[in-house]
């Protein structure tokens, strides 16, 4: 392909053939001949002035031509467009290398022809504009001429606008040359672009880049072009490989992170976030990870509380929940067995150590410490276990045994010839995860001596 050849360094002949350049004005003078021999009934009734000898002609470095409208400005906007049509084909025949144009002139012809038109309405400001292209008005044509004609059997009129604008081989060249620079810089940007797939920080640079590669798509029209399609998917694709990954969590708060294979990747875009019992209090995007806040006080203790997490990038939706348990830090006990009651040591009436072992249950799984356990009866002073420091975890029932020395009224303390034997008091308790400090109170608490 021809341009294939301009990426590849292929020496470039520049040059103006003159009769290929003027062959639509030939074909042009020819038609305006037969049509005139057909229009006997047909008459000029205005014009702009006198005929010029130029009108329907060939002039070199110039290029003429005739606009036809039911207005004058219809044939005027008609015979602009015909020159930037000419310049066109003038660049195209003279971009290309002799071994090509001579091989295969009709198929680079208009390769090349749709290509620079291409090139033309896609440069911008920032590269120079086009000459006699992106600049084609009237206040650069050398001369003008345009008549009225009135056909005399239907009485409907047409306008024709000649035109003589001024094209030399310099402009020629000029356009030709910036077509290839123009040309080399679109390839360049390509191989970045298609290069950088696997580079991409952002996932708004995903999105920038396809957005690049659709402008080359339809620029180029060789190889490059297949190239840049290529491009577009595999951009595409990276959408359809991005998970939401948790980093760290506490009941209330998530953080999660986008990951695009084994690395992480960034968005500024803000994610949907619902819950179906959370209140959602806060988003927060940050460079590394983004954070939700949310207020849990009206969920109930569900295993499928979650947070949904929901993004679209490009076509794609990425969707992710995040599971919470409202329990998570939670701590709760509370003894269903009876306390059992041992005596270590004695001395008459009076019981000088006590073992006591008791059973409490954990509704939840999560750790927590017993640091004090009091026992009391009526009408005798509480018996009381300090600074235990014992901690347990996990859901169920979990043992503890204390050795208290205090003095104990055997009487007032035995459960024998008791019918129902009753104590109350207290459990000082915390959460190993929170540091809360909780109470469990015992009241009307079965217990057995062995005294």
């Given at each position: 392909?021809?341009?294939?050849?301009?990426?590849?360094?292929?020496?470039?002949?520049?040059?103006?053939?003159?009769?290929?350049?003027?062959?639509?004005?030939?074909?042009?003078?020819?038609?305006?001949?037969?049509?005139?021999?057909?229009?006997?009934?047909?008459?000029?009734?205005?014009?702009?002035?006198?005929?010029?000898?130029?009108?329907?002609?060939?002039e070199?470095?110039?290029?003429?031509?005739?606009?036809?409208?039911?207005?004058?400005?219809?044939?005027?906007?008609?015979?602009?467009?015909?020159?930037?049509?000419?310049?066109?084909?003038?660049?195209?025949?003279?971009?290309?290398t002799?071994a090509?144009?001579?091989?295969?002139?009709?198929?680079?012809?208009?390769?090349?022809?749709?290509?620079?038109?291409?090139f033309?309405?896609?440069?911008?400001?920032?590269?120079?504009?086009?000459?006699?292209?992106?600049?084609?008005?009237?206040?650069?044509?050398?001369?003008?001429?345009?008549?009225?004609?009135e056909?005399r059997?239907?009485?409907?009129?047409?306008?024709?606008?000649?035109?003589?604008?001024?094209?030399?081989?310099?402009?020629?060249?000029?356009?030709?040359?910036q077509?290839?620079?123009?040309?080399?810089?679109?390839?360049?940007?390509?191989?970045?672009?298609?290069?950088?797939?696997?580079?991409?920080?952002?996932?708004?640079?995903?999105?920038?880049?396809?957005?690049?590669?659709?402008?080359?798509?339809?620029?180029?029209?060789?190889?490059?072009?297949?190239?840049?399609?290529?491009?577009?998917?595999?951009?595409?694709?990276?959408?359809?490989?991005?998970?939401?990954?948790?980093?760290?969590?506490?009941?209330g708060?998530?953080?999660?992170?986008v990951?695009?294979?084994?690395?992480?990747?960034?968005?500024?875009?803000?994610?949907?976030?619902?819950?179906?019992?959370?209140?959602?209090?806060?988003?927060?995007?940050?460079?590394?990870?983004?954070?939700?806040?949310?207020?849990?006080?009206?969920?109930?203790?569900?295993?499928?509380?979650?947070?949904?997490?929901?993004?679209?990038?490009?076509?794609?939706?990425?969707?992710?929940?995040?599971?919470?348990?409202?329990?998570?830090?939670?701590?709760?006990?509370?003894?269903?067995?009876?306390?059992?009651?041992?005596?270590?040591?004695?001395?008459?009436?009076?019981?000088?150590?006590v073992?006591?072992?008791?059973?409490?249950?954990?509704?939840?799984?999560?750790?927590?410490?017993?640091?004090?356990?009091?026992?009391?009866?009526?009408?005798?002073?509480?018996?009381?276990?300090?600074n235990?420091?014992?901690?347990?975890?996990?859901?169920?029932?979990?043992?503890?045994?204390?050795?208290?020395?205090?003095?104990?009224?055997?009487?007032?303390?035995?459960?024998?010839?008791?019918?129902?034997?009753?104590?109350?008091?207290?459990?000082?308790?915390?959460?190993?995860?929170?540091?809360?400090?909780?109470?469990?109170?015992?009241?009307?608490?079965?217990?057995?001596?062995?005294?």
């Amino acid at each position: 392909m021809l341009l294939s050849a301009l990426t590849q360094g292929a020496e470039l002949t520049v040059f103006f053939n003159p009769n290929t350049f003027y062959m639509k004005n030939i074909l042009f003078v020819f038609f305006v001949f037969s049509l005139l021999a057909c229009m006997g009934q047909s008459r000029v009734v205005d014009q702009s002035g006198r005929k010029p000898s130029w009108v329907n002609g060939l002039e070199k470095d110039y290029i003429i031509v005739a606009g036809t409208g039911n207005t004058a400005q219809d044939a005027q906007k008609n015979a602009l467009n015909m020159i930037r049509e000419n310049i066109v084909n003038a660049v195209a025949q003279n971009v290309q290398t002799t071994a090509e144009f001579s091989s295969r002139e009709e198929s680079i012809n208009n390769s090349v022809s749709s290509y620079f038109q291409s090139f033309a309405t896609t440069t911008t400001a920032a590269s120079g504009p086009v000459p006699y292209l992106q600049g084609v008005t009237l206040s650069k044509v050398d001369d003008y001429y345009w008549e009225k004609i009135e056909n005399r059997s239907t009485g409907s009129t047409t306008f024709n606008y000649h035109i003589k604008y001024p094209f030399p081989d310099f402009e020629l060249q000029k356009l030709a040359m910036q077509f290839r620079m123009r040309d080399r810089e679109m390839s360049e940007q390509l191989d970045e672009l298609y290069n950088g797939v696997d580079e991409v920080s952002s996932l708004e640079d995903v999105a920038q880049s396809i957005e690049e590669l659709r402008v080359l798509a339809d620029y180029f029209v060789d190889a490059r072009k297949d190239r840049a399609q290529m491009a577009i998917s595999r951009y595409r694709g990276i959408y359809e490989n991005i998970d939401l990954v948790e980093i760290e969590s506490s009941l209330g708060e998530l953080k999660y992170a986008v990951r695009l294979g084994d690395r992480f990747i960034h968005t500024t875009q803000r994610p949907r976030v619902s819950s179906d019992c959370a209140r959602i209090t806060g988003t927060s995007v940050e460079q590394e990870y983004v954070q939700i806040n949310y207020d849990y006080q009206n969920c109930w203790e569900d295993p499928e509380n979650h947070i949904l997490v929901h993004y679209r990038f490009g076509n794609t939706n990425v969707r992710e929940q995040f599971y919470f348990d409202i329990t998570r830090e939670k701590v709760s006990i509370f003894v269903n067995d009876p306390i059992h009651l041992s005596q270590v040591s004695q001395k008459d009436d009076m019981i000088e150590t006590v073992r006591i072992n008791l059973t409490v249950v954990s509704r939840y799984e999560f750790p927590f410490t017993i640091d004090r356990v009091v026992l009391q009866w009526p009408g005798h002073p509480p018996v009381s276990a300090e600074n235990i420091g014992e901690s347990f975890s996990g859901e169920g029932n979990h043992s503890i045994s204390l050795e208290v020395s205090q003095p104990m009224d055997l009487e007032k303390t035995t459960s024998s010839n008791r019918r129902v034997s009753m104590l109350s008091g207290y459990i000082n308790y915390r959460s190993d995860v929170t540091g809360e400090t909780k109470t469990y109170r015992m009241h009307n608490q079965a217990y057995t001596t062995d005294w």
